[in-house]
């Protein structure tokens, strides 16, 4: 049998070996690059990592001029069609739909996808993280094109997507406090509704409790922005976190609007509020740290917090973590998101190595602190040691690359190689638990070429119910405006 006529969302019959050229695989002594390997998998495990195995195997695939690795652990994962990347050259936020206008809280917020849209944009995110080799991801979406918060219902669609399609997923319903608003003059304000945020968290409970015990799906608490929770919000959703034993991820000391908001609110930063009310912890996974402070690092530090680093949204936002070597040297564990389209964690480690670089020089970062940060960091972070490695009983959770690329020719080192030289679109096949999720651009469970005229569909539908949530109401074309004035090709 050829690898191209395994089945896809199947786990292969009996005991079966990948070899290839080289092989990221973890040992007692440490990481290590082994040169014409091969892993031997059996049902959801790595049986065998090393040279040839001298076992019997039901199958045994030869990738040739490939690197075969632990799959890559997100935790800011895409979950939705990304509407940060209409942010990319329009600005200020208030203007161009990403606060809410007075006019439009009035008038009453909706829901600006059907439940089909919102199950459908997820499966398809879910596809694409498949398509960059991640294999454990813990979801993000925007909430401001939301009525609110998200719903139990489509999030029980999302884990019986991620199962059916081959994902490892932490998952959560986002609910909030409050928000953020623009009045007619252009100022801003927070404004609060805590029983609903209460409300929130209690669905939250009660799908994580669902979820206990499935295959593939694990629960997680996500209260939305940290400038859009309350005190109460917070606490109680760290009792609740430590009672069903799950991560909790709060985006925070990741932007001026935030900053400005939680000083003006509690009179100090977010992480130093947050370490007030005792709710800094272990579970805790903090992206993106951008502008926390050297207290506020401590802080992270000394309560065991992770930084989730997403430099590819950062960066593009004229943002920076300052930095990845200098988090390191403290002792905080650094681990990746992507948080934006494409969700490319190839892409996502040069970016934040060579952010780093330019920030501290050259020796600050290497590309093993960064591939280390993409993985067994993220594992970490969720409390397992059975993902994000490649070793005899680990997951059977493994990205391919193919190195035979013809675009990131001469070849150097690997890793080296696919950091710097590549980006996700080299992956040639993600596996997950065992189960080959995807091959050569083909996802289980979904037909991505088909899916992509539907996703701009829906997508350009959400672009044009923009006006309604802009300050103004101006039209699309203000909004936001083409790079050069369009013509009419006719």
């Not at 005991?15 to 695989?25: G, H, K």
């Not at 809410?100 to 829901?111: F, K, L, M």
């Not at 590819?312 to 389209?341: C, E, P, Q, W, Y």
């Not at 397992?384 to 493994?398: M, N």
Request: glycine content about 8%; some cysteine.
């Amino acid at each position: 049998m050829r690898f191209t006529d395994l089945p896809l969302g199947e786990r292969p019959p009996g005991r079966w070996a990948l070899a290839a050229d080289w092989i990221v695989l973890d040992t007692a002594q440490g990481r290590r690059l082994l040169h014409k390997g091969e892993v031997v998998i059996e049902n959801d495990r790595i049986l065998w990592v090393g040279p040839r195995f001298e076992g019997t195997v039901s199958a045994r695939f030869d990738m040739g001029a490939a690197l075969v690795a632990p799959g890559f652990v997100d935790l800011d994962a895409l979950s939705d069609l990304d509407t940060t990347l209409l942010a990319h050259d329009n600005w200020p936020s208030e203007q161009k739909g990403r606060v809410w206008p007075q006019s439009y809280v009035d008038r009453g917020p909706y829901e600006m996808y059907s439940p089909e849209e919102l199950a459908f944009q997820k499966r398809f995110a879910f596809g694409q993280l498949l398509l960059n080799g991640i294999t454990s991801a813990a979801p993000i979406a925007s909430l401001f094109y939301r009525e609110w918060g998200e719903t139990v219902a489509e999030f029980t669609a999302a884990a019986d997507a991620a199962e059916d399609m081959g994902l490892r997923v932490w998952l959560g319903p986002a609910y909030r406090a409050g928000g953020m608003v623009v009045d007619g003059s252009g100022k801003m304000r927070a404004v609060f509704d805590e029983p609903r945020g209460l409300q929130g968290l209690e669905n939250a409970i009660g799908f994580a409790q669902q979820m206990q015990g499935r295959d593939l799906v694990s629960p997680m608490l996500a209260p939305d922005r940290v400038e859009t929770c309350t005190a109460t919000l917070l606490k109680r959703t760290m009792t609740a976190a430590e009672d069903l034993n799950c991560p909790v991820r709060l985006h925070m000391a990741q932007g001026q609007m935030e900053l400005q908001t939680v000083l003006a609110l509690h009179g100090m930063t977010a992480p130093h509020w947050l370490d007030s009310l005792g709710c800094l912890s272990p579970r805790l996974l903090a992206p993106h740290a951008t502008v926390a402070t050297d207290t506020d690092l401590e802080r992270y530090r000394n309560n065991g917090v992770t930084v989730v680093h997403c430099p590819l949204v950062s960066t593009r936002h004229g943002g920076a973590l300052r930095s990845f070597a200098k988090l390191r040297a403290m002792g905080i564990n650094l681990a990746m998101g992507t948080d934006t389209a494409p969700p490319d964690m190839v892409l996502n480690m040069a970016v934040g190595l060579m952010a780093c670089r330019l920030n501290d020089g050259l020796e600050s970062v290497t590309s093993a602190h960064m591939f280390d940060a993409a993985t067994i960091n993220g594992a970490k972070a969720l409390n397992r040691d059975d993902i994000g490695v490649l070793r005899a009983g680990a997951k059977a959770d493994i990205a391919v690359f193919d190195m035979n690329d013809a675009y990131m020719a001469p070849r150097i080192d690997p890793v080296q190689t696919l950091i710097l030289g590549a980006t996700g679109r080299v992956t040639r096949a993600t596996i997950v638990d065992g189960r080959l999720s995807m091959r050569d651009g083909a996802v289980a469970g979904i037909d991505m070429a088909a899916a992509r005229a539907q996703v701009q569909a829906q997508f350009d539908g959400l672009i044009e119910k923009y006006p309604e949530r802009t300050l103004g109401h101006p039209p699309v074309s203000q909004i936001f405006p083409p790079t050069f004035p369009m013509m009419n090709g006719d």
